[in-house]
């Protein structure tokens, strides 16, 4: 029933730790798919250990795409390489709490993995922003913004909005963000589980101080201006994608 889709990309550092504690779980995913976009470490080799099905992927948004076009399960289940979560029944209790309303499209709560006050405040900033959108989901039937460090949803659901938008899509916004109000604009329902997955630092290891001001400032405009959908040009869009990479 259930599809675990991984966009990967030089992932051998977290791969294997996330893999071992999907296969820890009481409830067995029907597949894990790896879309990898060209990793030149262990990843690959990683992925084949488990027995995942690796599929060409790309940026984020391409390998999220490509993973759920090829998926078999009726569930689909979008993680980041790095992420973990506790104990042996987390994804019994995530499928149990999706069977219930298989209408909608649900993200979790974030926690930080480690001791680090900047990865902290993200994971703080990331929650409110979802209780946020838990408020104005239900009067203007709109988010501000989401992550696709987790995220829950039919394969009919994924089949009706069709793609995570990459630049070539000439939109400005982020691809998590856009699908999940894609989602929402076709009368699907937006919900946080109340679950906990944790997120590593490695968003802030992988980026220089001005690489990682420079995301930040991306961020927080996208998010101010997808709501006007402007046109933009590509090298911008590319640019981010690009800062995308690895995080």
Same mark, same amino acid.
């Given at each position: 029933m259930l599809s675990i889709i991984i966009p990967t990309l030089n992932e051998e550092k977290y791969l294997g730790r996330l893999l071992r504690l999907i296969k820890k779980q009481s409830y067995q995913p029907k597949e894990i798919i790896v879309a990898d976009g060209s990793s030149t470490d &262990?990843?690959?080799? +990683?992925?084949r250990s488990f027995g995942c099905r690796i599929i060409k992927g790309g940026t984020p948004?391409?390998?999220?795409?490509?993973?759920? &076009?090829?998926?078999?399960?009726?569930?689909?289940?979008?993680?980041?390489?790095?992420?973990?979560?506790?104990?042996?029944?987390?994804?019994k209790r995530i499928i149990d709490n999706y069977k219930n309303d298989q209408n909608s499209i649900a993200s979790v709560w974030f926690v930080s993995q480690e001791q680090n006050a900047v990865n902290k405040f993200i994971c703080w900033a990331a929650n409110l922003n979802k209780k946020i959108n838990l408020i104005i989901t239900k009067k203007w039937r709109?988010?501000?913004?989401? $992550?696709?460090?987790?995220i829950i949803c039919s394969k009919h659901i994924f089949d009706a909005v069709g793609f995570f938008p990459t630049f070539a899509n000439n939109t400005f916004t982020m691809?998590?963000?856009? $699908?999940?109000?894609e989602a929402i604009k076709k009368g699907f329902q937006y919900r946080v589980f109340p679950e906990k997955i944790y997120m590593s630092g490695r968003r802030i290891k992988n980026k220089n101080l001005f690489k990682l001001l420079v995301w930040g +400032?991306?961020?927080?405009?996208?998010?101010?201006?997808?709501?006007?959908?402007? &046109?933009?040009n590509n090298h911008i869009l590319r640019g981010y994608e690009e800062m995308r990479k690895g995080i």
């Open positions: &262990k990843t690959i080799s +990683i992925a948004a391409q390998g999220r795409t490509a993973g759920g &076009k090829k998926a078999k399960g009726k569930i689909l289940l979008f993680l980041d390489a790095d992420v973990i979560f506790r104990g042996t029944n987390f994804l709109v988010i501000t913004g989401e $992550f696709g460090i987790f691809e998590d963000t856009l $699908f999940f109000r +400032i991306l961020t927080l405009l996208i998010i101010i201006t997808s709501f006007l959908n402007p &046109k933009v």
